[in-house]
C-alpha cells in the first residue's frame, strides 16, 4: 500500500451517515460487504450495506462512495434503493468478522478479533482489508483481558480462500485476476448449470463486464436464469449499447418487463438505442462518451480521460458541446484528441481546441459506411449526432468489430492453450 492511501478501522463506520452530493442524508453504514480471495490476497470490500430512512437495507458499492472522512460517507449521484441480499460469495464484516477466533500464522497462537482496517488502493476505487486489530487469549471482543495488538492481514490465517476446489465461491475469487474477456471464455466452456451458479455469484458491476463478452445465447441464458430485479441490476451495469443488444434478444413482453424495472434514466438510454436498426451507426453507438462544456479546460477534459472505468476507445477523445451536456446534448461543436489535449496548458479552454472539420456520422449511417470511416480517420470512435446538431452517442471500433467479426470469433484461443476456463469445468 502507497503512503498516505486512506485507512478506515470498520468500528468507526458503524452507524455514520451517508450523503449524496448536495448533503442530503441517504442513510447509515450497517455493515460491509467483503469477498475472500485466493492465493492469500487480502479480503476485497465490495461495498456497503446501508439502512435508509424507510430502514430498508441497500447495498452501495465501493465504486459509488467518493469519500469516507470526517464521520460521513459520500456517495454521487443516483442510490440504487432495492433491498440488500447476501450472495454466498460475501461476507458481512462486521456481522462475520469481528469477534472471530483465528490464527496468527508465525506463531500458530489464537487470538481474537476486534476490529479491521480497510485500505483505499492507490490511484483506484477499490478497498480491501489492510489489517486487523486482535486480542491475545481466549474470550470475546467485550472481555478486557490479554494484550491487545495490530497485525497486516498477512500475520492472520483463515481469510482467504484454497487454491483448490471448483466451488462458485472459490471460482468467483480465482477469476477476479481475470479480464473480463478470460471470464466470459472460462464460464463459456462450463456446465450450463455450473454457469448460471458462478454468474449468480458475481457482482453486478463484474457480472455486466463478463456479459458483454460473451455470445449471445450465453448472455440470454444467464439474464433468463437471474431474478427479475438482480437482471435489472445488471443490465443498468452495463453499457447501453450492450445492454440494448441483449435485450434486442428477448422476447418482447420480457424486454419491456425488465426495462420497467430498470432505473428511468438507464431505460431512456437503452429505449433510445433500440429505436435504431441494429446494423446503424445508431444501433452501435455507445450514449455514454466524454462530453465536456465549451468552458472547460483541458484539466478538466485530462481528469475525466483519466477515468479508470472508461475503455480506451471512449477515453481517446472528448466532445465538445452546448448544454446539456448528456446525450442526447446541446449542439455539438466538435472533437479534441487527448494527443491534442496533451500538448496544451491545463488551462487552456478545449473550445479553442476543437476539431470541426470532421463531418459527423448520422444514427441511420449504415455498418459499412461507419467502417470506412473509421479506416479512413484513423479514427477508434466517431461521433453520431442528429439532424439537430445535437450529440447522440459515440461508435467505438470494438462495437463495430464485434458486428464484423463471424458469429463464432469469441470461440477463437487468444492464448494459444487448450482454452483458458477449462480448468473450470
Excluded at 469519500?67 to 460475501?90: L, W
Aim: glycine content about 8%; overall charge negative; proline content about 7%.
Amino acid at each position: 500500500m502507497a503512503a498516505g492511501a486512506p485507512r478506515v478501522f470498520v468500528s468507526h463506520l458503524s452507524g455514520v451517515p451517508v450523503f449524496d452530493p448536495n448533503g442530503d442524508q441517504v442513510g447509515r453504514v450497517r455493515d460491509l460487504v467483503a469477498m475472500l480471495r485466493v492465493g492469500g490476497r487480502p479480503p476485497r470490500i465490495l461495498g456497503l450495506v446501508v439502512e435508509v430512512i424507510s430502514r430498508r437495507r441497500i447495498f452501495l458499492p465501493m465504486t459509488r462512495v467518493t469519500g469516507i472522512e470526517s464521520g460521513q460517507v459520500i456517495t454521487p449521484g443516483v442510490v440504487n434503493m432495492r433491498r440488500f441480499e447476501q450472495r454466498p460469495t460475501e461476507r458481512l464484516v462486521l456481522g462475520e468478522f469481528l469477534d472471530r477466533r483465528v490464527r496468527l500464522v508465525e506463531s500458530d497462537e489464537e487470538v481474537t478479533v476486534l476490529d479491521v482496517a480497510i485500505q483505499q488502493l492507490p490511484a483506484r476505487r477499490d478497498w480491501e482489508i489492510d489489517k486487523y486489530f486482535v486480542r491475545k487469549g481466549r474470550g470475546g471482543a467485550l472481555r478486557r483481558k490479554g494484550e491487545t495488538l495490530t497485525v497486516e492481514w498477512s500475520a492472520v490465517s483463515g481469510f482467504s480462500l484454497e487454491e483448490h476446489g471448483q466451488g462458485a465461491e472459490r471460482l468467483v475469487a480465482t477469476f477476479e485476476r481475470l479480464r473480463p474477456t478470460d471470464v466470459a471464455n472460462a464460464l463459456h466452456h462450463l456446465s450450463p448449470k455450473r454457469r448460471v451458479e458462478v454468474a449468480a455469484a458475481l457482482d453486478d458491476d463484474r457480472l455486466a463486464d463478463v456479459l458483454e463478452e460473451l455470445p449471445e445465447d450465453d448472455q440470454v441464458e444467464i439474464i433468463g436464469k437471474l431474478a427479475e430485479e438482480r437482471a435489472a441490476d445488471v443490465l443498468e451495469a452495463m453499457d447501453p449499447d450492450d445492454a440494448a443488444d441483449l435485450l434486442s434478444e428477448l422476447p418482447e413482453e420480457d424486454k419491456e418487463r425488465l426495462l420497467t424495472l430498470m432505473r428511468p434514466d438507464d431505460a431512456a438510454d437503452v429505449r433510445r438505442l433500440l429505436s435504431y436498426e441494429e446494423r446503424t451507426a445508431g444501433g452501435l453507438m455507445t450514449t455514454e462518451p466524454i462530453v465536456l462544456r465549451p468552458d472547460a479546460t483541458v484539466a478538466d477534459a485530462l481528469a475525466r480521460v483519466r477515468q479508470a472505468d472508461l475503455s480506451p476507445a471512449l477515453a481517446a477523445q472528448v466532445y465538445v458541446c452546448r448544454s446539456p451536456d448528456e446525450t442526447p446534448t446541446g449542439k455539438y461543436l466538435g472533437t479534441v484528441h487527448f494527443q491534442r489535449l496533451l500538448r496544451d496548458p491545463p488551462f487552456t479552454l478545449v473550445s479553442s481546441l476543437v476539431d470541426s472539420d470532421l463531418v459527423p456520422l448520422s444514427p441511420d449511417t449504415p455498418l459499412p459506411t461507419v467502417t470506412a470511416y473509421l479506416a479512413a480517420y484513423n479514427m477508434v470512435s466517431a461521433p453520431v449526432v442528429d439532424e439537430s446538431g445535437s450529440l447522440l452517442g459515440a461508435v467505438t471500433v470494438d462495437d463495430v468489430l464485434d458486428h464484423l467479426l463471424p458469429d463464432d470469433w469469441r470461440e477463437t484461443d487468444l492464448h494459444g492453450e487448450e482454452g483458458i476456463g477449462h480448468g473450470g469445468r
